[in-house]
């Protein structure tokens, strides 16, 4: 049987599914990535900031010849004590190299390193894949651990990586899945032998799909399956629930419509499958309406977040907010007004600046409309315990927040067309069809808060021009989430009849 290459990261993806590797290797080119370009970012930046943890080390550059790796680090092995990042090692053709290897006098220890906030079952069989490799070289492995992110640490003036990063010893937990690991890593030669180009193996889905993490080849595994299926059900239906009426057989609409399911998930199935007419219950949008008080304010924000903290006084992935939309309305019958903010990416105070624009745009004390309460008022709070100078004006905003969510969330309003979602990417279309203005996919660079984010932190490594055409971007996309609030507002205003 010929043993295929596995590296840490492929044997973890074959403890989640063999199949992804076989698709890799075979049909890599259906894959549709699932992480975005900021989360590999983080990931890069947190790994190489972790070296410096334990004082000077020497790192081993990436090489695709990867017996040049490992042979440079034979070499360093001799110099202990020392640190060497990316050690790199093969046994048997399974190949790792260690993020930080701590080479002492008495034996080794490993730190895997994640820019995680906490420490997942997938890095515990990294690890202990690692600490596979090295004992079955004969490496005398005195302690495995991991190095991951403290989200409770506050960043100061000075950025202090010891308080940045938790480290927790899993040695024990790491010997105890030697056996495990030797045995996966047999299965997985098995399977691959067996499986050639032409041979595409038969794997049933599963939740194996979506955790640890949603599988690139999602779509492409489901293809066949009925449209609409149960997993294309919304508003927060458990997946574990959508497998239990799959592994039952029950997978279309039609299937699963005398199920016994919250009445929510049935209404969805109910309109889709009958055609039904939009549900609008008046009262409920009198009452929301009735709430707003002038001058009305639409406002919504961008952020982004970063593993390391970039400012003093943030928090490791704090929601940084670097833009707002706001349009306004100051009176019955008035014309709407719209203003906006976007940071300078090298302005080291956006954050206040945001702030204090955001104050002066919205003085009086009106509706502060937004699409989800739990985001904007979230922000202003971080934003006061930032500033304690703003703390009032902060507080003056959230006690004025009135959430547009609310109706679509609670199905006080609901159309086929929102497909079980109260998003308003999905809740803006289905409202108004035929509206190009009002279609995100027409935008000319940012479509939706991910890529706004990427654009933003994209910035600094960009030329004058492609900046100003980022920049339009970023303006143009979040002036429409804005816009759509007050076309939510406009169609309120036709259900109950007010001109």
Known sequence: MNKIHLSKSKYCKSIQCNKILWMDKYKSEVAIPTSRDSVLKNGTEVGELARDLFGDYTNIEFNKDLNIMVAETRK??????????????????????????????????????KSSTEVQDIYLDDASYQYFVLSNLGLNVKKVCIVYINNQYIRGKKLEIEKLFNIEDITDIAKSKQDEIRKNIEITNKYMNEHDKNNEPKEDIGMKCLKPYKCEFWEYCTRNLPRPNVFDIGGGMHNSKKFEKYYEGKISFKDLQNEDLNPKFLEQIDFELNNLKPKIEKEAIKELMDSLKYPLYFIDYETYQLAIPEIEGTRPYQQLPFQYSLHIIKEKGAPIEHKEFLAEIDDPDYIRH??????????????????NK????????????MYPDLKDEMDRINSNIVDFLEPFKQRKYYTKEMHGSASIKAVLPALYPDDPELDYHNLPVVHNGGEASEAFLNLKNKSKKEQKEIRHGL??????????MVKLWERFKEIIGEK
């Open 76 to 113: 360093l092995l001799k110099n202990k004590p020392n640190i060497i990042t990316e050690a790199s090692f093969n046994y048997d053709n399974n190949f790792c190299s260690v993020d930080i290897l701590k080479n002492n006098l008495d034996g080794m220890e490993i730190y895997e390193v």
């Open 475 to 484: 303006l143009v996309y979040c002036e429409l989430d804005t816009l759509a």
């Open 354 to 371: 945001f702030a204090e624009s955001m104050i002066k745009d919205m003085p009086e004390n009106g509706s502060v409309i937004i699409y």
């Open 374 to 385: 739990s985001f904007e008022p979230a922000r202003n709070n971080e934003i006061a315990r």
